[in-house]
């Protein structure tokens, strides 16, 4: 990519859950194109490899290694960025846990709510810190990664999909509230089954070969939720095919 084709040069981008997976592949994605991206995971040694890449392909990132359970953890890195930054111009909710697929009879209280609390309270954490930040930017972008789960409930995933559902819920009515401002776009991809770790959690028979790769999402993210996002501050994006269809 040449830098006159570096669409978001000046950017700074967060992205959660950015050691491996979609978050990995779509912060890298995101440096390409100019952005200095925040990779935010609990592995600091996982998000050094994806940061080493970045440098590598000639593009720019920091790391911030913490456990998004820990609201305080995320109001400290809100207030790094605000003092180094000033503003935020894209923000990607990619973070989030399986949990144990069951029955909704059997699922277990503890780890229900380790499931929320990562996929619903943490990410409203996120917002309710960086929402000055974004406000300030010229133009911000908020996507969050769901799943059809969220709205459409499938035996035994009872647990993640309210979670996502939730996340849907919450992203909705924050696209609805800020959408007099003009500035900030809301919007919420279901990636569809990718060759990701969670994918094989919850389907350990399935071939990872016959998946399309997490640098399919990002690309998408890139080139039609980012760089050709239609108007207006909601929408929700289905990605089925193995490329950027």
């Known amino acids: 990519m040449t830098e006159s084709s570096k669409p978001f040069d000046g950017k700074l981008?967060?992205?959660?859950?950015?050691?491996?997976g979609i978050g990995a592949a779509t912060?890298?994605?995101l440096a390409e194109a100019g952005a200095h991206v925040i990779l935010t995971a609990r592995?600091?040694?996982?998000?050094?490899q994806v940061e080493e890449r970045i440098h590598q392909a000639g593009g720019s990132a920091t790391i911030a290694p913490m456990?998004?359970?820990?609201?305080?953890?995320?109001?400290?890195l809100a207030q790094a960025v605000a003092e180094r930054?000033?503003?935020?111009?894209?923000l990607i909710l990619n973070a989030a846990m399986l949990g144990s697929l069951s029955p909704v009879e059997h699922l277990d209280p503890e780890e229900l709510e380790r499931v929320f609390k990562l996929n619903v309270f943490a990410n409203q954490a996120l917002i309710a810190a960086f929402d000055p930040l974004l406000r300030?930017?010229?133009?911000?972008?908020?996507i969050g990664i769901?799943?059809?789960v969220g709205g459409?409930?499938?035996?035994f995933w009872g647990g993640y999909g309210a979670s996502k559902a939730a996340l849907e819920t919450m992203l909705g009515a924050y696209a609805d509230e800020t959408e007099h401002a003009g500035r900030l776009r809301i919007q919420m991809i279901d990636p569809g089954a990718t060759r990701t770790r969670m994918r094989q959690l919850a389907y350990p028979g399935e071939e990872p070969e016959s998946l399309k790769p997490p640098e399919a999402v990002a690309e998408f993210v890139i080139k039609r939720l980012l760089s050709d996002a239609p108007s207006g501050t909601r929408a929700r994006f289905e990605h089925r095919g193995k490329g950027l269809s």
């Not at 592995?43 to 050094?48: K, V």
């Not at 456990?67 to 400290?76: F, H, R, T, V």
């Not at 930054?85 to 894209?90: E, H, M, R, T, Y």
């Open 13 to 20: 981008a967060l992205v959660t859950g950015a050691s491996r």
């Open 27 to 29: 912060a890298e994605a």
């Open 43 to 48: 592995g600091a040694p996982a998000l050094e």
């Open 67 to 76: 456990d998004l359970n820990d609201s305080e953890n995320i109001q400290k």
């Open 85 to 90: 930054w000033g503003s935020l111009d894209i």
């Open 136 to 142: 300030r930017a010229e133009k911000a972008n908020v």
């Open 146 to 148: 769901t799943s059809s």
């Open 152 to 155: 459409e409930p499938r035996a």
